[in-house]
């Protein structure tokens, strides 16, 4: 079964996928995964959620929201960032955004005049240094082929540079069974204190949330969808006791869970 993710190959969404299955197929941005699953073109689809320096990724939750699919799994990864190329002062380093943004200490320190080139993917990256001696790449060091050398390891900023995907599917392909569930809120209404009852739906059922997140809904100003991650399966009680709760505190509005699941790590 085909898998969607970010390509080209050799992207670290690449990675996450191919632990779900071998079959991957690429695409340039996250909203087009999420709108090939929810269209049917594509039977799953794996999308990067959060990283734990640079925090949630917006387009993949607005297209989340927008959309009908499931989640099936989390994979999370660690980030082990490159400097990929051919110049060891290059004057350009080209990458997605975020692998910009976290290995800037180490580009402010070590190549402060190289321009700082943002692209679709790090995998994109590494084909403009492959194109061009003077560009070097952020990018998992196994992309370091075709006369292109690690000129720097672990560059990241912090040790601890982590990021969560989320392995979708559609609607049939959600399930109440497993260890996390992910549920968005859009409650189309707003007055004081209506945070602290959504959060005290799951707090007066000890569930713990794990992540809550706002994203504007674009109907009008102030107006935001709530993405939640639960440490506990739609199948408990509990939850669904939540659940119930929630639904009722959103009934101008909308309750979409996204399923259940577990979490599978890959090095």
């Known amino acids: 079964?085909?898998?969607?993710?970010?390509?080209?190959?050799?992207?670290?969404?690449?990675?996450?996928?191919a632990a779900v299955g071998e079959e991957v197929v690429f695409t340039e941005s996250v909203g087009a995964i999420v709108d090939a699953v929810d269209a049917g073109t594509q039977p799953q689809g794996v999308v990067p959620i959060e990283n734990s320096i640079e925090g949630s990724v917006?387009?993949?939750?607005?297209?989340?929201a927008r959309t009908d699919v499931a989640v099936s799994q989390e994979i999370v990864t660690p980030i082990r960032h490159a400097l990929v190329g051919r110049?060891?002062?290059?004057?350009?380093?080209?990458?997605?955004p975020q692998a910009l943004s976290?290995?800037?200490?180490?580009?402010?320190?070590?190549?402060?005049?190289?321009?700082?080139?943002?692209?679709?993917?790090?995998?994109?990256?590494?084909?403009?240094?492959?194109e061009d001696p003077e560009v070097a790449a952020i990018a998992h060091p196994a992309t370091?082929?075709?006369?292109?050398?690690?000129?720097?390891?672990?560059?990241?900023?912090?040790?601890?540079?982590?990021?969560?995907?989320?392995?979708?599917?559609?609607?049939?392909?959600?399930?109440?069974?497993?260890?996390?569930?992910?549920?968005?809120?859009?409650?189309?209404?707003?007055?004081?204190?209506?945070?602290?009852?959504?959060?005290?739906?799951?707090?007066?059922?000890?569930?713990?949330?794990s992540r809550i997140e706002s994203r504007p809904s674009g109907q009008r100003l102030g107006d935001y969808i709530f993405h939640i991650d639960l440490e506990a399966g739609l199948f408990e009680e509990r939850t669904q006791a939540a659940m119930a709760r929630v639904e009722a505190i959103a009934?101008?509005?909308?309750?979409?869970?996204?399923?259940?699941?577990?979490?599978?790590?890959?090095?």
């Open 102 to 130: 976290q290995c800037r200490r180490y580009l402010d320190a070590h190549h402060p005049d190289a321009v700082r080139e943002a692209v679709a993917s790090t995998a994109q990256g590494v084909v403009r240094a492959g």
């Open 1 to 17: 079964m085909a898998i969607i993710t970010l390509g080209p190959a050799g992207t670290y969404s690449h990675r996450a996928a």
């Open 87 to 96: 110049d060891p002062a290059p004057a350009t380093v080209a990458s997605h």
């Open 58 to 64: 917006t387009e993949a939750l607005d297209a989340l």
């Open 251 to 267: 009934d101008a509005g909308w309750v979409k869970p996204l399923g259940s699941y577990d979490t599978r790590h890959v090095v």
């Open 144 to 209: 370091a082929t075709d006369g292109l050398e690690v000129l720097a390891s672990d560059i990241q900023d912090r040790a601890s540079n982590t990021t969560r995907f989320f392995a979708i599917g559609p609607p049939a392909d959600r399930s109440d069974a497993g260890g996390k569930s992910t549920v968005i809120v859009y409650p189309n209404t707003n007055y004081p204190g209506l945070l602290l009852e959504l959060l005290e739906s799951f707090a007066d059922r000890a569930i713990n949330l």
